[in-house]
């Protein structure tokens, strides 16, 4: 089950708001790729399931090795995940691991596609996966990016078998092979709808290091003398960006490495046994010359004479002074964008209407059947000729371009003036002929001469009206996100206008997720007299940072005024009196002042005070909002929330920042509401609770709420922490394993329990073996219970976890969410008490989701329970037997309930 915590009507949003690039190749080395790989035109796209699943050490021995293009396309962006670097889950981890992926695809070269399959946590079988997720719904997502990216070759990292190891493992195998069968059929999938019919010539699964029967072998340890490392290292670096699931200690090895894959699919060579390939182009016409031979005359004479350029240009590189290709590279660009402008493109047809996948939109475009197979080919071919010779040419002649903001966040129809700033750092003129900012405003109105050692300056005002939200992440029902359309020209989320002025769109899968920026810069310069056009990305907003230096973000659209508050849910005690304060930051991003006034939404027996009748902010000031709530509510979930409202309309949104050094920082949006969430529970008056967080755990402010008394301490303040003012010490999830020293203090919290204490410690991947616990247990890692409504058996009713405070029913054990438990004990000592069974349909009996045992005159307690994601998530039951964990130790008639304060 899926709740979002955006009340109906106060839908969660997130906004991305991204960085520089880390890791991107420059100088000497990037023009050596670039010249080496310009006339490289193979493409290669990889399925798989998950950020992480990608094998980078092969993206990174093809796209910066042999220069192959190269995308990774993952089905999920990981929302079910656990995270090892913060607290966030669900669709905020999924937004931190989607920009993982970029960071890492910034690093190997790849492109990144994502289909629209919500990670809904660990699933053991594909039957039990296509329940969550509609086959034929994601099959189209799949065909959808391989008409998009048309590759030649397809390589599966999964094997499409239970072998797999987990159930989105396996769909991704069976799904990729399904899509390359059916990418060509335009029955099943009408051209109007999922893009022009391409069919892949060769079908590969991965087989990683394992060498095994037929499969084609690749040294992806082969080293660059160039870049300075071998591909894969540059993996390692790549790898080692999915720091919230532990790779950041990603170890390199140097070194001859082998990465095999194994073909098992051709529509080329199907008479030569896979046994006797070299490579996986084996069969298919790679040669620059093939694209000759399908273009028109005059763009045949341009590829002609680009690769005549070419030669030159390699033949005469010099990497320390590049200034002797320029001329051959100026004018291999050119003529690249010649054969371009000569080549009518193969557009996306939507009722009629066309729309481009690929920037530099022109009414030259093929409709029908004129795309061909050799024709789609050619036309993906010299998108990505025509960028690699720009980009070489402007290196070589020392052109740099900077397009830069004097603030990140532009309020919605405010306006802030963008400097675009042309540098010539080499040693010949070089004149800037037009530049234009997301295809519409122009910086300059007359050519400007730069000559060597200078540069140009330039001013345009940009309008707050490019809003930085996602396109993926809305409300969505079930484990599919809603198909969204995303404007057509994936390089500026601009929309390409059609003939009759409507916007035209295509499916967003279809967009690459490294394509997508919020504004974009394209400049023509003359170079060794040579015109030519090139992308220089987006308008950045530079700062400065006195631990990690400069900082450059893309600069993006946000409301005039926010309002958020700290968290989406809030719990409170069911039937009993509640005064409860929340806080509501108000923000300006406008740069004149703006009065507004509150309206509150709240349920029926509540009152709230303390909020004024009006307030002011000044342009960028921020101010904090307690509101006191009061009154008593019954069980069950309500909506409260607050608007600003103006003559010239209301602001009821805010966004939460999510920033972590590895990634671009990543703004969760949601409208200004919170959701009530009452239960009944009996909280004993002696309980105090010293809190380990773990990883992925939020569970501490959501017991203050109830009103038990938290201290949050950290591993390291164990030794010095009183912990004889607690009855209770809790160990998060998984924080043996993110606080090594942990295990080191554990006889401290072993002997807290023995003086009379109650120890709650929380699952973790290798408790079992670390003997962090009293008495031993066995734990395989597959040992989960991933059915989150899965029956769960009472086997010893009179527990006192399971009546003491709170009697635990059947009512408990409802509206779970992603799972039960994971990682349970099925080897349990003696010495532990399991009050309770549950397993997945068709599994053996589990008894490890709550061990008890006496320790000297206290009590220890284990859960292998998932209730740091019930908690969070507003499931009355997850408080409630928490409470009853924690208070294991304190007897019963001492469990009066706490007095709340009117």
């Known amino acids: 089950m899926n709740r979002s915590l955006a009340a109906p009507g106060f839908a ?37 399931a998950h950020p992480d699943d990608e094998d980078t050490q092969l993206i990174a021995y093809l796209a910066r090795g042999k220069r192959v293009e190269t995308a990774y396309l993952s089905l999920t962006r990981g929302d079910g995940g656990q995270n090892l670097i913060g607290n966030e889950l669900g669709e ?21 596609y994502f289909a629209r399959a919500f990670d809904f946590g660990f699933s053991k079988s594909a039957v039990e996966t296509f329940k969550h997720w509609d086959h034929d719904s994601l099959l189209a997502d799949v065909v959808t990016v391989i008409r998009s990216f048309r590759p030649h070759v397809v390589v599966s990292v999964w094997s499409g078998t239970p072998a797999d190891g987990h159930g989105h493992h396996t769909v991704a195998g069976i799904l990729a092979r399904e899509a390359y069968d059916a990418a060509g059929d335009t029955v099943r999938f009408p051209v109007k709808k999922y893009g022009r019919a391409w069919a892949p010539q060769k079908f590969y699964r991965g087989a990683r290091g394992n060498r095994v029967a037929g499969a084609v072998g690749m040294n992806v340890g082969e080293y660059d003398p160039v870049l300075g490392r071998s591909y894969a290292e540059i993996a390692g670096e790549s790898r080692a960006q999915h720091r919230s699931q532990g790779f950041g200690g990603f170890q390199i090895r140097r070194g001859a490495q082998m990465d095999y894959v194994v073909r098992q699919g051709s529509r080329v060579n199907e008479a030569t046994p896979a046994a006797d390939e070299k490579s996986i182009f084996d069969g298919i016409d790679t040669t620059f010359a093939r694209l000759a031979r399908s273009a028109a005359p005059a763009a045949t004479a341009a590829l002609n004479t680009v690769q005549s350029m070419l030669d030159s240009a390699r033949a005469g590189s010099d990497l320390r002074n590049p200034r002797g290709v320029v001329r051959w590279l100026a004018r291999a660009a050119r003529f690249a964008q010649d054969a371009r402008a000569a080549t009518p493109r193969c557009v996306w047809e939507v009722d009629g209407s066309v729309a481009m996948l690929r920037a530099g939109a022109d009414d030259n475009v093929r409709r029908g059947g004129d795309c061909d197979p050799a024709a789609l080919d050619l036309d993906a071919s010299l998108d990505i000729l025509t960028k690699r010779t720009a980009e070489a040419a402007f290196d070589a002649a020392g052109v740099a371009v900077e397009a830069t903001a004097p603030q990140e966040l532009l309020a919605f129809g405010d306006s802030m003036p963008v400097t675009l700033t042309v540098y010539n750092r080499g040693h010949d003129n070089v004149t800037l002929a037009y530049s234009r900012m997301n295809d519409a405003l122009p910086f300059l109105s007359a050519p400007i001469i730069i000559s060597p050692d200078s540069s140009a300056r330039l001013t345009r005002y940009l309008i707050g009206t490019v809003d930085s939200r996602p396109w993926w992440l809305s409300p969505h029902n079930g484990d599919l996100f809603p198909a969204h359309d995303s404007p057509s020209d994936g390089l500026a989320r601009v929309s390409y206008q059609i003939g009759t002025g409507s916007l035209t769109t295509v499916p967003g899968v279809a967009v690459a997720e490294d394509a997508r920026q919020l504004t974009n810069i394209r400049i023509t310069a003359s170079i060794a007299g040579q015109t030519i056009t090139m ?53 300006s991003f406008a740069s004149t002042p703006r009065t507004f006034s509150f309206k509150v939404v709240s349920p029926t ?6 909020i004024p009748a009006s307030m002011t902010l000044q342009a960028h000031e921020e101010k904090e909002l307690f509101v006191r709530v009061r009154g008593q509510l019954k069980p069950g979930r309500y909506e409260f929330g607050i608007i600003a409202e103006t003559e010239n309309g209301r602001y009821m949104d805010g966004f939460k920042a999510v920033e972590y050094g590895h990634i671009r920082p990543i703004r969760m949006y949601r409208f200004s509401a919170i959701y009530l969430q009452a239960v009944e529970i009996t909280i004993p008056a002696t309980l105090s609770v010293a809190y380990v967080p773990g990883v992925g755990d939020n569970t501490a402010p959501f017991l203050r709420q109830l009103g038990i008394p938290v201290t949050i301490i950290s591993a390291e303040e164990l030794p010095v922490v009183d912990l004889g003012r607690f009855s209770t010490v809790v160990v998060g999830t998984r924080a043996y394993e993110a606080h090594r020293e942990l295990a080191a203090y554990n006889a401290r919290l072993l002997d807290f329990a023995k003086k009379g204490g109650t120890l709650v410690v929380q699952y973790g991947q290798d408790l079992a073996t670390t003997g962090v616990m009293p008495y031993p247990v066995t734990t395989p890692r597959t040992s989960r219970v991933t059915e989150e409504d899965a029956p769960v058996t009472v086997l010893d009713s009179k527990s006192r976890i399971l009546n003491s405070p709170n009697k635990i029913g059947d009512a408990d054990w409802k509206d779970w969410v992603q799972e039960r438990g994971l990682y349970m004990p099925t080897v349990v000592d003696p010495h532990y008490s399991t009050p309770l069974e549950m397993h997945d349909p068709g599994e053996p009996d589990l008894k490890g989701a709550v061990l008890v045992t006496p320790l000297g005159k206290g009590t220890y307690v284990f859960t292998s329970l998932s209730l740091f994601r019930q908690i969070p998530a507003g499931v009355p039951g997850g408080p409630r037997l928490f409470v009853n964990l924690l208070s294991a130790g304190i007897e019963p008639e001492r469990a009066a309930p706490k007095k709340i304060q009117p």
């Open 535 to 587: 992308d220089v990305g987006p308008v950045m907003f530079h700062s400065s940072d006195p631990l990690l230096g400069e900082q450059n973000r893309p600069v993006g659209g946000v409301p005039a005024v926010t309002l958020a508050f700290d968290r989406g849910l809030e719990w409170m005690v069911a039937n009993k009196p509640l005064d409860h304060m929340m806080r509501v930051s108000v923000k």
């Open 92 to 112: 905020t981890l999924g937004a931190i691991r989607t920009e993982e992926l970029l960071a890492a695809r910034r690093i190997d070269g790849g492109h990144q």
């Open 605 to 610: 027996g509540v009152r709230v005070d303390s």
């Open 12 to 48: 969660a949003l997130i906004a991305l708001a991204p960085v520089t690039a880390h890791a991107q190749e420059r100088g000497a080395a990037a023009m050596d790729q670039l010249v080496r790989g310009a006339t490289v035109t193979g493409r290669v796209l990889m399925i798989a």
